[in-house]
């Protein structure tokens, strides 16, 4: 059972760069996110998704978009990466939504951007 | 203003030792609070979830307490192992909004043998 999987691990862009971050779950999860993680902040939401074809705005969507074709993949781009998105970032799944269910995390993946 | 404020932000004890992470918050209305533990290069892994009607819970040598009155939690981990350094989160969930999780920045816990 891999749980929540992230690809790729990391990643070195330059600025102005677009790419695409893969998460995928096989735990048949209605809900999933996407966090960023900086030094000394607490976990931010970008975006969610409540179900597949649904994706919602979190605290910082700024600068992303996303979207969820399948229910079992979540994905993250950058369409003109700068140096403020550097960062790691953890796509997450639950059963039920943000209030009640339990949060399980893919291992993360470390953007640069130059 | 919903906030969750953790301390120490960080830690150091020598291994078999006990020790206790603490965690404030101002969420509300209160839905649950959450301990999580992140090994370096790892995603947060759950520890302990909490209802407003639960005082203590625990997971092995984790134990979470909350009151709910205070809006204080603490994580007490006994017999410390080396296993069990990592950052420790404080996740607190509100019952209303779209975003209603709060996260703590972490207690960094290192233990030296």
Same mark, same amino acid.
């Given at each position: 059972?891999?749980?929540?999987?992230?690809?790729?691990?990391?990643?070195?862009?330059?600025?102005?760069?677009?790419?695409?971050?893969?998460?995928?779950?096989?735990?048949?999860?209605?809900?999933?996110?996407?966090?960023?993680?900086?030094?000394?902040?607490?976990?931010?939401?970008?975006?969610?998704?409540?179900?597949?074809?649904?994706?919602?705005?979190?605290?910082?969507?700024?600068?992303?978009?996303?979207?969820?074709?399948?229910?079992?993949?979540?994905?993250?781009?950058?369409?003109?990466?700068?140096?403020?998105?550097?960062?790691?970032?953890?796509?997450?799944?639950?059963?039920?939504?943000?209030?009640?269910?339990?949060?399980?995390?893919?291992?993360?993946?470390?953007?640069?951007?130059? | 203003?919903?906030?969750?404020?953790?301390?120490?932000?960080?830690?150091?004890?020598?291994?078999?030792?006990?020790?206790?992470?603490?965690?404030?918050?101002?969420?509300?209305?209160?839905?649950?609070?959450?301990?999580?533990?992140?090994?370096?290069?790892?995603?947060?892994?759950?520890?302990? &979830?909490?209802?407003? !009607?639960?005082? %203590?819970?625990? @997971?092995?040598?984790?134990?979470? $307490?909350?009151?709910?009155? +205070?809006?204080?939690?603490?994580?007490?981990?006994?017999?410390?192992?080396?296993?069990?350094?990592?950052?420790? &989160?404080?996740?607190? !969930?509100?019952? %209303?909004?779209? @975003?209603?999780?709060?996260?703590? $920045?972490?207690?960094?816990? +290192?233990?030296?043998?």
């Amino acid at each position: 059972n891999a749980g929540v999987t992230q690809t790729p691990k990391f990643r070195v862009l330059k600025t102005g760069q677009s790419m695409t971050l893969l998460c995928a779950q096989d735990m048949n999860h209605e809900y999933m996110y996407w966090y960023r993680q900086d030094p000394g902040m607490g976990l931010r939401l970008i975006h969610y998704s409540v179900g597949e074809g649904t994706t919602a705005k979190g605290e910082v969507p700024d600068g992303y978009n996303v979207s969820r074709l399948k229910k079992q993949n979540f994905l993250l781009g950058l369409e003109s990466a700068a140096p403020s998105q550097t960062s790691v970032y953890f796509c997450a799944s639950s059963y039920q939504g943000l209030s009640t269910g339990e949060l399980f995390f893919g291992e993360g993946s470390r953007l640069t951007v130059l | 203003k919903n906030q969750v404020e953790q301390s120490p932000q960080s830690l150091i004890i020598l291994e078999g030792k006990n020790c206790t992470l603490q965690c404030n918050y101002t969420v509300s209305p209160f839905s649950n609070l959450r301990w999580y533990k992140q090994d370096t290069g790892r995603g947060p892994v759950s520890l302990t &979830i909490m209802t407003f !009607s639960e005082n %203590t819970k625990s @997971n092995g040598r984790y134990t979470a $307490t909350l009151d709910a009155d +205070t809006k204080q939690s603490s994580l007490h981990i006994t017999a410390s192992q080396l296993s069990d350094s990592a950052s420790y &989160i404080c996740v607190v !969930s509100s019952q %209303t909004g779209a @975003n209603n999780l709060f996260f703590g $920045t972490g207690t960094r816990l +290192t233990v030296i043998p």
